[in-house]
Each structure stands twice: as structure tokens, then as C-alpha cells.
């Protein structure tokens, strides 16, 4: 159980583009998502939490109209990074809480998308 | 604030050694701590967990005890394989509040 996937696994755009990963729990439902991203050979870097029905809460220095993030369903959030540029090029990694085991609080990963912007 | 401190690496072993990587952290109340193991190309997986003073959390032969009067979560394994090699992660949280990362540790094991 408690499964996270992602689309895509890679991704190649141009510069100025716009692209959209998407996240989902597959056999449960995230009330409580969170978008990650992580430079090679470092420790991951939590760019926002995502509620589900409600805006995104995003941790000091992330461009939230850069980085847009929908979470319009419980098992479904999406991060949209726009105007794409070569600096956004990383591994970006969503995780997800199950709420229905009360008290256990370990977040689900998927397995990463790997965006290459040219 | 909460915070992880890992020890550096990268470490080297050979297969059938012993392997500790150390792990301390600083957080008010009792946060639970996990550990992180993240294979080449992937996402993160949940190797084990301790959520409360002195529990033990093992998993594929890994283990890790939450000390509190040294604020301490090593990993410990005691014959490592060429399959272990990644890079680990000690993380804590506070209930329901957001994961806090170690810098990571990459491990190497040569046959």
C-alpha cells in the first residue's frame, strides 16, 4: 500500500515553456501533498505543501507564480512550472500523507520527475 | 528551528562490513525520525522508523534507535551488500508538521 506516482519521469521543454508533472496516491487519499525539489548531490528542498481544495502554502523563496500547484483532488496534485527556464532544471519529487492512520506521520514518495529545460 | 545533521560523506565500505552513519538532531518535544533511502534516478523510500524515545525501527537487516538523552538516530547494519549502496536520509517531524531533511549520505559498497 500507500503508493505515489509520477508523470512524467522525464521531461525536455524549451526555454519559455510551460510544463506540468503530475502526482497521485494510488491507493489512498492525500488530503496533504508536498512538492520537493532536489539539486544532484543534494538534500531535498520542500518548495510547498498542497492542500487539497485549498492554495498551496509555499516555504520562503519560491516563486509562487512560477511554480503553480493545484491540488484538486485527493488523489491528485499537479506542480506547474511556467515560463520554464535552464535554471529550473532539477529533480522535482512529490510526497504524499496518509491522514487514515491516525498518529503515523511518514510521507509516501514518488518516484521523481527529471525536467531539462533547453 | 528543527534540524538533522548526518555525517558526511561519501562512504566507502566493502561488501560484509559493518556500517553506521550517524545522525543527530534538534527539535522541541518529541518528534518522530525517520530514515530515507534513495536509489539512483529514484524517489525517496521509507526504510524504517522510530516515533517514540527508545523504539527501534528495522528493516532489511538495518536498524536504528530513537536516543533522546543524545538526540541520536544512527543506522546501523551489520553485513552490507553491493544492493545498498544510495544515498540515506535522516528526516524528523513534529506531528503532522513538514519533514525535516539531513543532508544525505552517499554510500558505496564494492564487492
Known amino acids: 500500500g500507500a503508493v505515489v506516482s509520477q508523470h512524467p519521469s522525464r521531461v525536455i521543454c524549451k526555454s519559455g515553456t510551460s510544463v506540468k508533472i503530475e502526482c497521485r496516491s494510488l491507493?489512498?487519499?492525500?488530503?496533504?501533498m508536498f512538492w520537493y525539489r532536489q539539486f544532484p548531490k543534494q538534500s531535498l528542498m520542500l518548495m510547498a505543501t498542497?492542500?487539497?481544495?485549498?492554495?498551496?502554502?509555499?516555504e520562503q523563496g519560491v516563486e509562487k507564480d512560477k511554480f503553480l500547484i493545484n491540488h484538486a483532488s485527493l488523489t491528485l496534485s499537479t506542480l506547474t512550472v511556467t515560463s520554464a527556464h535552464p535554471e529550473d532544471s532539477s529533480f522535482y519529487i512529490c510526497s504524499a500523507r496518509d491522514p487514515s492512520i491516525a498518529g503515523v506521520y511518514e510521507q509516501y514518495f514518488g518516484p521523481g520527475t527529471r525536467l531539462t529545460v533547453t | 528551528g528543527d534540524s538533522v545533521t548526518q555525517m558526511e560523506g561519501p562512504v566507502t565500505l566493502s561488501e560484509e562490513a559493518f556500517l553506521t552513519i550517524n545522525c543527530t538532531y534538534t527539535?522541541?518535544?518529541?518528534?518522530?525520525l525517520f530514515w530515507y533511502v534513495q536509489y539512483p534516478g529514484e524517489g525517496l523510500q521509507l526504510l524504517l522508523k522510530?516515533?517514540?524515545?527508545?523504539d527501534k525501527g528495522s528493516n532489511k537487516g538495518f536498524e536504528a534507535t530513537y536516543r533522546k538523552e543524545t538526540t541520536s538516530f544512527h543506522l546501523e547494519k551489520g553485513s552490507v551488500q553491493v544492493s545498498d549502496s544510495a544515498v540515506y536520509f535522516c528526516?524528523?517531524?513534529?506531528?503532522?508538521?513538514?519533514?525535516?531533511f539531513g543532508q544525505g549520505t552517499r554510500l558505496t559498497i564494492n564487492p
Open positions: 491507493d489512498f487519499q492525500a488530503t496533504t
Open positions: 528526516a524528523l517531524t513534529r506531528g503532522a508538521q513538514k519533514l525535516v
Open positions: 522510530a516515533t517514540k524515545a527508545d
Open positions: 498542497s492542500n487539497e481544495g485549498s492554495k498551496a502554502t509555499y
Open positions: 527539535a522541541t518535544g518529541y518528534p518522530s
